[in-house]
Every structure is written in C-alpha cells, then in structure tokens.
C-alpha cells in the first residue's frame, strides 16, 4: 500500500518537488487503505483507526454463509428417511393389501387393494362382528394355494410396504361372531347370531346366506373367548370357518392372528370406497341380552311367590277365628 501512496503522490506533485528528496506518506493522512498484514500496521496488532484486524475470522467480522448441499447429496438422506418412514407405517399404521380371491365378491374384488389399520390393535382394540380383517393363516388354511412369485422389485416395495407382501399367508374374510358367541345356520339361512337372524344385503348375488351341504355348510357353533368366527360374502366360494372345523381351533380364527381390519379400498381408483360396519350388525346381538330380558321377569316372579303365601296365610288364619 505504501508504493500505491508514494506513486500517487509523485505523480501528481512530480514538477514542483523535483531534484528535491521525496517524503514518505502517511497512509492515515492519506486515507490509504490498509490490510491486517501491511508491515506498516502490524505495530500494534490494530488496523487503522485502532481497529482490530477484519480477516473474516474476528468477533466483529460477518458470519460466512454456510455453502448449500448439492441435490445429489441431499438425496440419499432423503430416501433413507423416506424408507424409515415407511417401514414405521407399515408396521404401526396401516398395510396395503392385495384380494387374491372372489370369496369377498362383490364387497372386494380379486386385485382390489385394500388399506388395513394396524394401529388400534395396540392400543387393545379386538375385531368386532360386521368388520372385515386380514388375518394370518390360522393352521394351513391356504394349504395347496400357489404361491405368487414376485420380481425384486416387487419384493422390495412389499418389504417398505408400498406392495401387498407375498411371502406371508393372509386371508380376508367378515367377522361374524366373537367370543361367547352362538353362530348358527340352517337350511340356507338366514345366518343367526345368539339366536337373532342377520339381514346380510352385502352376500353375493344368488348366493344364499347358508349353504346346503355336509361339508360345514349347516353348523351351530359356540366361539370361544379370544378367537372370532370368520365367513366370505361370497358365501358359495368362500373356504372360511365353516370348512376349516377339523383343524386346531375348530375353524375359530385367534384373535392374535388378526393383522387389522380392512378400512378402505385404494385401488383401483375407479373403486374407491370405505369399508363400514353394516346396519345389521347395529342390533343388540349380544350372547347375555336374552339372559337380560328373562332376568325381570324370573325376580317378579321369585318374589311374588313370599307375598302369595304370606296372603294365603293370613286369610287362612282369619276363617279359623
């Protein structure tokens, strides 16, 4: 900076000083400016003014801007968070699922979608009559039903849960009965529960409610606590818990088999719809809601009998007086 002063000055005043020795100038009359490593300010460690060096690196010095990750980096970190994301999803909250089958025909059809809630089951929600659930195979079930080969990609996007998985051995059927519950069918129906026939509009068309034949179409079962009693819509081509009673649990499903119940259907788009409760399970069905009715009706009579004798007593004793 002093050769920039020196040559400044020279030039400017060259005549008038000429043949006479030239003095240095004073870069803090001048105005000169400065840097922290101008030999002629490191005296004191201060720049001019007094002030302390602003190399970027002082208290007093702007912070840096902090240079912006490129996309390309960024974009690893984002997918493994989307894949935790995911897996959290499909572990907790909800899982898609494929319909394999026409025994939900017309309530799901094969290739449907269908979301399943994972998430109430842990908070001890139990499957409810009139809900439809996935379930896992409760003791060979699918026994001789091919199993689908799937690709890698298939495999992976099953895997995060973006695809129905292939390897495990699902149903999805309509909860009929749960514990403490008497599930009955006679002739072709209607389907009873604890003695009260079901109004069941969503049974296939032509089908009847039950089936006629010796193979589990015509039963009377009482479901014991902790397991469900399952059957298809398509109650003509459905291999539910009607033709499972000669396995392990009698054709019951547990209720720890149950993976969640079906809540919506997402694809096709075309056939979006929810899954609710039918109106026919809104009636009182409930195993003790006979035991109820006939409970007033034994106390009348359990006590009007004490008053009967007591009166006949006493008129007995008035005649002989």
């Given at each position: 900076?002093?050769?920039?002063?020196?040559?400044?000055?020279?030039?400017?005043?060259?005549?008038?000083?000429?043949?006479?020795?030239?003095?240095?100038?004073?870069?803090?009359?001048?105005?000169?400016?400065?840097?922290?490593?101008?030999?002629?300010?490191?005296?004191?460690?201060?720049?001019?003014?007094?002030?302390?060096?602003?190399?970027?690196?002082?208290?007093?010095?702007?912070?840096?801007?902090?240079?912006?990750?490129?996309?390309?980096?960024?974009?690893?970190?984002?997918?493994?968070?989307?894949?935790?994301?995911?897996?959290?999803?499909?572990?907790?909250?909800?899982?898609?699922?494929?319909?394999?089958?026409?025994?939900?025909?017309?309530?799901?059809?094969?290739?449907?979608?269908?979301?399943?809630?994972?998430?109430?089951?842990?908070?001890?929600?139990?499957?409810?009559?009139?809900?439809?659930?996935?379930?896992?195979?409760?003791?060979?079930?699918?026994?001789?039903?091919?199993?689908?080969?799937?690709?890698?990609?298939?495999?992976?996007?099953?895997?995060?849960?973006?695809?129905?998985?292939?390897?495990?051995?699902?149903?999805?059927?309509?909860?009929?009965?749960?514990?403490?519950?008497?599930?009955?069918?006679?002739?072709?129906?209607?389907?009873?529960?604890?003695?009260?026939?079901?109004?069941?509009?969503?049974?296939?068309?032509?089908?009847?409610?039950?089936?006629?034949?010796?193979?589990?179409?015509?039963?009377?079962?009482?479901?014991p606590e902790g397991f469900i009693w399952v059957m298809g819509?398509?109650?003509?081509?459905?291999?539910?818990?009607?033709?499972?009673?000669?396995?392990?649990?009698?054709?019951?499903?547990?209720?720890?088999?149950?993976?969640?119940?079906?809540?919506?259907?997402?694809?096709?788009?075309?056939?979006?719809?929810?899954?609710?409760?039918?109106?026919?399970?809104?009636?009182?069905?409930?195993?003790?809601?006979?035991?109820?009715?006939?409970?007033?009706?034994?106390?009348?009579?359990?006590?009007?009998?004490?008053?009967?004798?007591?009166?006949?007593?006493?008129?007995?004793?008035?005649?002989?007086?």
């Open positions: 900076m002093g050769d920039v002063a020196v040559g400044a000055r020279s030039g400017h005043d060259g005549e008038e000083h000429r043949g006479h020795p030239v003095e240095a100038a004073d870069p803090a009359a001048d105005g000169a400016v400065t840097s922290g490593n101008d030999p002629g300010a490191a005296g004191d460690g201060t720049g001019s003014g007094g002030q302390p060096p602003t190399d970027g690196q002082g208290p007093g010095a702007a912070p840096k801007p902090k240079k912006q990750r490129s996309f390309w980096k960024e974009l690893p970190i984002l997918i493994g968070i989307a894949l935790v994301l995911a897996l959290l999803i499909k572990t907790f909250l909800v899982q898609a699922f494929s319909i394999p089958s026409d025994s939900m025909q017309n309530t799901l059809q094969q290739g449907d979608r269908v979301l399943v809630d994972k998430l109430t089951p842990w908070f001890g929600s139990e499957p409810d009559r009139g809900e439809v659930v996935v379930f896992h195979d409760p003791d060979n079930w699918l026994a001789g039903e091919p199993t689908p080969d799937p690709n890698a990609l298939q495999t992976f996007l099953s895997w995060i849960g973006l695809m129905p998985s292939a390897e495990e051995k699902d149903l999805i059927k309509r909860v009929v009965g749960v514990g403490g519950d008497t599930v009955e069918c006679k002739g072709t129906g209607p389907l009873k529960v604890n003695g009260k026939a079901l109004n069941e509009p969503y049974v296939y068309p032509g089908n009847t409610p039950c089936s006629q034949d010796d193979q589990g179409g015509q039963f009377k079962v009482k479901v819509d398509h109650r003509q081509n459905s291999r539910d818990s009607r033709y499972n009673q000669a396995d392990t649990n009698h054709g019951m499903v547990p209720v720890d088999k149950v993976v969640g119940r079906a809540i919506v259907i997402a694809w096709p788009i075309n056939r979006w719809d929810t899954l609710p409760v039918p109106d026919t399970f809104e009636q009182n069905l409930n195993a003790r809601s006979a035991a109820l009715t006939v409970a007033p009706q034994g106390l009348a009579l359990a006590g009007a009998v004490p008053l009967v004798l007591w009166r006949r007593r006493r008129v007995a004793a008035a005649e002989t007086r």
